[in-house]
C-alpha cells in the first residue's frame, strides 16, 4: 500500500486563475527516495506543500481530488500531529529559524518540546543530529547571528532531530558549498537507509542520480515523467520539461552519436567510467 | 560525544542561574519590583523623587555589572525623551507672572515650564530605566517560559518573543537596504532630510517582504510541531521561587498598595 497517494488532484493558489497542479496521480511508498526536478515555477513546491498538508490547511485556494496520507484524507488530518509525522525542511534559511532561542541547541530542541519528548532524550537526539550534520561547534551560538549555511543545516538538524517518518525537504542545500552539499546527500542517503520516506527538490540533477530511486519531473503543474531514476534521467525528452539532465547523460548520447554507444545510458559518473571500461574490455 | 550530553544534562537539568542575585529572581519577581518602582514617580509626581529613582537605577547596573547596557539606551532616552520634554513644556506651559531663565532669541524661557518639563520627563526617565533594568537581568526565552507556567497559551508566548526579534530583524534588513542604495550611488547619509529621502522609498519593499517572510514563518513553525497537542517539555528549567523572593515581592507591592491608597485618600480629602 501506498503511503501517499493523489488521485486526479488539482490546485489553484487563492485569486489564482491558473492551475499549479494538474490532475496529478502519484503514489509514494515507504522507504523510498524520490527526486523532484523540473522548471522554476513548474509546481514542485506546491507538490511538497500538497504532501505536507499545507495545502489545503494552511494555503486555501481550490483543492480538488484526493490527497492520503498514510490511508487517510489529509483534510481530515490534524495538523499538529500531520508536522509531527512528516518532516519539511524549505528554500529559505533564514525565515527557517524560530527566532525566539538564543542558541543553535535550542533551536534544534524546539521541535522536540512540542512533541513533549522527555529531557534527556532531547539532550541526546541534539547532540546526535549536531554531529551528524558536523555543526557541534555551533552549538552554544545564537542561531540569529549564523551565516545563511549554518541556517540551513541548523534548519535540517531541527527537522532530522524529530524523527518524523517521512522528510519533504525543498532544496536543502540551495546555501551550501559543494562539500556541504555532498555532506547533506550523504546524511539523506543515511536517513533512507534508516527506513525514512523522503521526497527531495533539488536541481542539482547529478546528486539525484545518485541517491534516489525515483525521479518525479514537474512541468506546467503536471507530472511530465515519473519512474526509476535511471529511466526518467536519461529519457530523451527530459530538456523538452525544462529539467537538465546530468552532463554524464550527454556524453552517453554523444559516443551513440559516435557510432560507438555504450550498453546503456549512464546517469552517473562511476557509471559511465565502469561503461566505458566495460566497452573497452569488449573492443 | 558523551562530554557534550554530560555537558547540556547539567545545565538543562538544573535550574538556570544567570550568575547575579537579581538577575536569579524569577522574571515575573523581577518584572513585579521593577513595574512598581518604575510607577511610583507616576503617583508621587515630584522631580525630586523621580530623579533619585533614576540615580538609584544608574547606581543599581553600575553595582550589577550591566552599566554599559543601561547607560547606552539610558542615555539616549535623557536626549530623546527628556530633552524633548522640556522643551515642548517651554513651548506650552503657560502660567501668570513666570520667572524668566533667560531670552533665547525672542524664545522666553520659565523656570515653571523647565520644572514642569523635569517633573514629566524624571517620571517617564525613571519608569524607562526599571523597564531598562528588567530586560538588562531578563532574558525573553525565560520570561515566556514563567508566562507560559502561568497559563499563558504558547502561541500567545511565541507571538511576544518573535515581535522583538522581527523589530531586531527589520532592522537589520533596513541596514541592509540603505547599504545596497549606497552602493547604487544614493545618498543616505548626511542631514536629517536627505536621509529621510533616502529611506521613504525602502518603507513599502521592507512591509510587503515582513509580510511574506512571516507566511514563511509559519510553515516553519508547523514545521516544528508548534501546533501540536501535548504536553510540551521545557528544556530550561527556572529556580523555584524562595521565600525571601516572596517576601520582597510582597513587602514592595505592599508599600505601593499603601502609597497609592495615601493618593486616593488625599484626593478625596482635598
Redesign the interface.
Known sequence: MSYISLKNVSYQYPYSKQFALQDINLELKKGKFYGVIGQNGGGKTTLCNTIRG?IPH?YKGELSGEVLIDGTDVRNW????L??KI????Q?P?????????TV??EI????????????K???S???VS?LLSI?DL?EKNP?QLSGGQRQRV?FA??IA?DAEMLVIDEPTSQLDPQGTEDVFAIIDKLKTSGKTIILVEHKVSLIARYCDQVIVMSDGKIALNGLAKAVLSDPRLEEFGATPPEVVHFGYAMQKAKKPLTEIPITVEEAVSLVEKRGKQS | MDTLIQHYSDLYNHDQKSGNWFGDFNPLSKLNILLVIGLCGFFIQDWRFSLGVCILEYLFAALNGKFKYFNSIFLRLIFIIGVFIILIRELSYKVENPTIMFNLLGWKWTWEAFYEGLRLGTVILSFSGAIILFYAFTTMRDLMYSLEQKGVSHATSYVMLASFQTIIDLRASVVTIMESQKARGIETQGNPLVRLKAFFPIITPLLLGALSSSEEKFVAMDARAFAVERKHTFLRQLRKVPAYEKLAVVAIDAAFAALVLYKLVRLFVH
Do not use: D
Not at chain 1, 518532516?87 to 524549505?90: A, E, I, M, Q
Not at chain 1, 533564514?94 to 538564543?102: L, M
Open positions: 499545507l494552511f490534524n495538523t499538529g500531529e508536522s509531527a518532516g519539511y525542511v524549505f529559505n533564514f525565515t527557517q529559524i524560530s527566532g525566539i532561542k538564543e541547541f535550542e530542541a524546539m521541535g522536540l518540546e512540542n512533541l513533549g519528548i522527555e529531557k534527556n532531547i539532550i541526546e541534539v547532540i546526535s554531529e557541534s552549538l540569529n534548519a531541527a527537522i524529530m
